[in-house]
């Protein structure tokens, strides 16, 4: 199979689809890598990098001119719509429900749109959790450094000192972006309060953090009372393929402390609050009732080697498959691989992405 891995595109995005041990890999399986000169230049890899491997560097146009299977990190920009071809598949983080241009762009071409972050095995999202780990490690401290008083925020220092309380964050979700960011609270000294809907997950880290931090069964009214109280809110939810459930509406904001820290890592999903908009490292917060609001789409992007290095270790048995069995083979044999499929022949494939959109749902057959 031919497989293309371009250079990502977005505002400060880094990382790479493939690093070069990962198209060394491939191409020693017999495949052909078509790889765009510089991708990988961000995460730390040169082009002789890929030469090495076995990789052909070819220019954009051309590459996905060839390539039958596209492999990227993010979502198609406007800019790369043009580049798409009916019969070509797509496998990246597509994040499709908050994003119906793109969707629409995907079913007219009739690309096979192959999303990470649908991928589910066992209960876990294999693919979707390197880069949660990530953006839930990375909240907290992008969120304590604009509680700076000079960026804004309440001028309150996480961890306190002798006499003085730490900050208060409030986790909203326990998976692993929210599992992630309660480690970082609780090394940073603060105060961690974490609302989840199912009791399950809550149990699993009031053990894995010896009751450092608070469990709280998450409802509109618990909500509400630990907003008025959060220094820095960390919006840790998701829902696979579909849009993030919106719990902070415009009333509940206005609750907040002035200068409190919203950091929605959820935003590639929608957001989990009302006046959550996604933003780029470029520019990366805005400020809505005095709560600012940090809401990169990307947030990984900011640490590229690791988000790279992890991502292709997660992704490449996938990418295996795939390029092996050619796309439609792959999927009707593994299930689990099946749960990636977003668009199929002009259709959406996925029923909680066709829920979100309002379409009709395909099953893949």
Same mark, same amino acid.
């Given at each position: 199979m031919i497989i293309g891995v371009p250079k990502e595109?977005?505002?400060?995005?880094?990382?790479?689809? *493939?690093?070069? $041990?990962?198209?060394?890999?491939? #191409?020693?399986a /017999?495949?052909? =890598? &078509?790889?765009?000169?510089?991708? !990988?230049?961000?995460?730390g890899f040169s082009n002789d990098d890929y030469r090495q491997a076995g990789g052909e560097l070819c220019g954009r146009s051309e590459l996905f001119e060839r390539a039958e299977l596209v492999v990227k990190v993010k979502e198609p920009l406007p800019e790369e719509y043009g580049l798409l071809r009916e019969g070509q598949a797509l496998f990246?983080?597509?994040?499709?429900?908050?994003?119906?241009?793109l969707a629409e762009v995907l079913l007219?071409?009739?690309?096979?749109?192959?999303?990470?972050?649908?991928?589910?095995?066992?209960?876990?999202?294999?693919?979707?959790?390197?880069?949660?780990?990530?953006?839930?490690?990375?909240?907290? *401290?992008?969120? $304590?450094?604009?509680?700076?008083? #000079?960026?804004? /925020?309440?001028? =309150? &220092?996480?961890?306190?000192?002798? !006499?003085?309380?730490?900050?208060?964050?409030?986790?909203?979700?326990?998976?692993?972006?929210?599992?992630?960011?309660?480690?970082?609270c609780v090394g940073l000294g603060m105060e961690a309060v974490v609302l989840n809907r199912?009791?399950?997950?809550?149990?699993?880290?009031?053990?894995?953090?010896?009751?450092?931090?608070?469990?709280?069964?998450?409802?509109?009214?618990?909500?509400r009372e630990e907003l008025r109280q959060a220094d820095l809110v960390v919006?840790?939810?998701?829902?696979?393929?579909?849009?993030?459930?919106?719990?902070?509406?415009?009333?509940?904001?206005?609750?907040?402390?002035r200068g409190a820290v919203l950091v929605d890592v959820s935003i590639d999903q929608g957001g989990c609050a009302a006046t959550s908009r996604p933003t780029t490292h470029d520019d990366p917060v805005y400020e809505v009732d005095g709560v600012i609001h940090y809401t990169v789409a990307n947030m990984p992007g900011a640490f590229p080697r690791t988000s790279t290095l992890a991502l292709t270790n997660a992704t490449l048995p996938y990418v295996k498959a795939l390029a092996g069995r050619g796309i439609e083979g792959a999927l009707r044999a593994d299930p689990v691989l099946a749960g990636a499929l977003n668009t199929w022949r002009g259709a959406v494939a996925h029923p909680a992405l066709a829920e979100a959109l309002g379409l009709p749902f395909i099953l893949f057959a």
């Open positions: 595109i977005k505002s400060h995005e880094y990382r790479v689809g *493939l690093t070069p $041990a990962g198209v060394g890999e491939l #191409v020693r /017999g495949h052909r =890598l &078509l790889v765009e000169p510089g991708a !990988g230049e961000g995460s990246t983080y597509l994040h499709l429900a908050p994003n119906r241009p007219a071409k009739k690309v096979t749109g192959l999303a990470y972050e649908t991928i589910e095995k066992e209960g876990t999202l294999p693919l979707l959790a390197p880069m949660s780990e990530v953006a839930g490690r990375m909240a907290p *401290l992008v969120g $304590a450094f604009h509680l700076q008083r #000079v960026h804004g /925020g309440t001028g =309150l &220092l996480p961890g306190g000192v002798p !006499g003085v309380r730490p900050a208060r964050a409030l986790i909203l979700g326990a998976g692993v972006v929210g599992s992630g960011a309660a480690r970082v199912g009791v399950e997950r809550l149990q699993r880290l009031d053990e894995l953090f010896s009751g450092r931090v608070r469990t709280v069964v998450l409802n509109r009214d618990a909500l919006g840790a939810l998701l829902v696979p393929g579909g849009r993030t459930p919106l719990l902070i509406d415009r009333e509940m904001l206005g609750t907040m402390k």
